[in-house]
């Protein structure tokens, strides 16, 4: 079973405001991804790194940013949230074989 | 581009029956192949994968899945569903080739279990 934590949960927040959703890995994996998936729809890669410093868009486009500055750490940040941005946010990880990728238990975001 | 797609987004069974689940990627050379199981308020948990050798691929819970290159196919398979296996089922693949090792999500299949 992986080790992977997303931190928030579940966050209510206003319009406008800056968030920072967390996502850490205890496995030493290099590369790690952030989905967005809204209530019954599939997911949407919208962001990947492949190590310390690197970080990359995905296949959906997305207000948020990321950053890689530890490899365990791998946190996804809004800077003025808006309703149009509730979703659910989930973090994902692989090793070095790559082919498999460990998913955390998701960061559900609400913005009134 | 490579898709995923998955046959009926919601499935219904009764308890100790068969369950199929239809999946099928559009790319000539054949991907990485998963299958993911989500509860709800949940994140995904790997089911299972086929990356290379045997073609029938045995997961955690009593699935399976048969992967047929000549139908692009990767079916997930239950002999006999249980109640707790009511979740969503994701199929998922990953572009051999691809260093990123991204996935690319079907749309999804909810399993209902009758009692």
């Known amino acids: 079973e992986a080790d992977i934590y997303q931190t928030p949960r579940y966050l209510v927040i206003g319009t406008g405001k800056k968030i920072t959703l967390e996502c850490s890995q205890t496995?030493?994996?290099?590369?790690m991804y952030w989905y967005q998936q809204d209530p019954g729809m599939e997911l949407h890669l919208i962001h990947y790194?492949?190590?310390?410093?690197?970080?990359e868009k995905g296949d959906l486009s997305s207000e948020s940013t990321v950053s890689r500055i530890r490899t365990e750490h791998f946190p996804l940040t809004l800077e003025s949230a808006r309703p149009s941005h509730t979703s659910q946010y989930l973090c994902?990880?692989?090793?070095?074989?790559?082919?498999?990728?460990?998913f955390g238990e998701g960061s559900w975001l609400t913005v009134v | 581009a490579q898709s995923v797609t998955q046959l009926g987004s919601h499935v219904s069974v009764s308890e100790g029956a068969l369950v199929l689940l239809r999946c099928n990627y559009s790319?000539?050379?054949?991907?990485?192949l998963f299958w993911y199981v989500q509860y709800p308020n949940q994140g995904l948990q790997l089911l299972l994968k086929?990356?290379?050798?045997?073609?029938l691929v045995k997961g955690i819970n009593g699935f399976e899945a048969e992967f047929k290159k000549s139908e692009t196919s990767f079916h997930l398979t239950k002999p006999s569903a249980h109640m707790s296996d009511a979740a969503e089922y994701f199929c998922?693949?990953?572009?051999?080739?691809?260093?990123?090792?991204?996935?690319?999500f079907g749309s999804g299949t909810r399993l209902l279990v009758r009692p």
């Open positions: 994902a990880s692989s090793g070095p074989l790559g082919n498999t990728i460990y």
């Open positions: 496995m030493g994996h290099d590369k």
């Open positions: 790194s492949y190590g310390v410093n690197s970080t």
């Open positions: 790319s000539s050379v054949p991907p990485y």
């Open positions: 086929y990356t290379t050798g045997a073609t």
């Open positions: 998922a693949v990953s572009p051999r080739g691809d260093s990123s090792y991204k996935l690319i």
